[in-house]
């Protein structure tokens, strides 16, 4: 067992060390699903192009675009409530205000094991989870964006946050008629960048359980990634472009 | 939705800059209904990285029909006897009960109208097909059985007359979201108002996942927001009119 919440009194214990960020998934065993970023009201999302290609890799900008958390936990309550693996329901917001009410309604959805705090620059970080902290018992997994995520990571923990998510996305732009376009970047590329700041974090012991993520497309990519300090390690787009290559993972690293 | 390995059989030029993929899948072939789309991508690599939305066009014996735009790259890419990693079939089969069909496509979206169209004759319906395609019209007007009734419209003209309009029972769109306010001010003009389960408009957004899992598919619709791979692609041109990714 993978313990993400050690001394806690709510733990959070994962049978596998692969983490997968989707609403669904029975391909094969895994430790945690991560619900794709929601906030608290319904958002529409960014205007066309939200996706741009790159090789290798692409740009996407949805604007956070999600149902809203109640709609989607209402459509999913059932299958939470059924599933093996442990909920994680991420959230992202624009102020830090808004996620202490939605945690403490989430701690009473069967299946859901902890929150997962999307924490963008320009957020007061330490009071967001400190008033997330003091709203839920649920675990709380920090999730850092990987540029900055050595300057903010201690105070994380100092403010209650279970475990660090290594890291979001970078960011990144892309002209498309004569236009500059931003986004979060993605694809296998990313694993470097995620391993180096992966480890610096790793080095500042800090005494909270570190979870991967990162262009993670391979088992040897997540060996790599444990072996730099995660206990766990997340799946975001890989499952998108190819779902049977990550169910071949689930199963090599199952005796991780 | 399940996992295909597909073999490339043949790839020609369509219209617009649309080439046909002949897929050599005939168990999908058999299942795959219009309104339904297929996710492709190159099992040997991760360029593109994404999968590609591929419409089908028509079944030749056991072989599916994708179109897929020529320049994109794993148009580029692929060659007859390659392999191709596909997930389908995704999305909502359209229901053709109607016996007056009325299908309306700007040339470079008109594919997934033309499978459409292909198994509406088959089921005996009655099929209007109007283009917004002046130099493509031919082209189209090829991929077509011989039944459908086909007319071109210039780019600046509406797409429908109301005599059209006032024929169908139903109505099928394929074209870029900022323009399905003015579809839907034609119908009303034509039809006194638009009302539910008449029109149905295809959203064409970027589906990455296909599953639910990126929201780059989600759209505004008056009955919240809706993930195109999940709830559409086609929506009630109703539930879609009142406020789009372009506002």
New interface residues.
Partial sequence: MIELAPNWKRGLALKHPLMI????WDAAPLGALVT?PLTAR??????????I?F????L?R?GA????VS?FTEQHRLAWRKSDAPIIVALAAQAAGEWHAIAARLARVDGVGGVELHLNPGLDTVKAIRRTRAATDLPILAKLDLENARAIASECVAAGANALVVGRAPRGAAMRAGRLWRGRM???FVTPFALQVLSEIAALRLDVPLIACGGV?TARDAREMIAAGAVAVQID?A??????GVAEMCEELRQV | MR?WLARVLDQRPLWSNLEALSLDVPELARTIRPGQFVLA?DPRS??????RVLFPLAIHGGGLECAIDSAD?LARRVQPGDAL?L?APLGNALELNAQHILLAADAALAAPLVFLARVAVQLGRDVVFVARAAADAPAIQQSLPPEVEYHTRGAEEDGLTPEWIAWADAIFASAPLDSYNRLAEQISGARFRLTRGLAYALAH??M?????????C???TTR????TCQAGPFFDLDDLIK?S???
């Avoid at chain 1, 319904?42 to 996706?51: E, H, I, M, T």
């Avoid at chain 1, 675009?65 to 809203?68: M, S």
């Avoid at chain 2, 919240?224 to 993930?227: D, F, H, N, V, W």
């Fill in positions: 960020v989707a609403h669904v794709p319904p958002r529409a999302g960014a205007p066309l192009p939200r996706v290609e090789p290798g890799g692409f996407l949805t675009a999600n149902p809203g709609a993605y694809g296998a497309h787009t499952h998108w472009v190819d779902a049977e | 996992h991508r991760f360029d593109p990285y994404l999968r790259a990693d997930r957004f970027p990455p996942c296909g599953s639910g899992d990126c929201f780059a989600a759209v505004e919240g927001i809706a993930l406020k990714a372009y506002d």
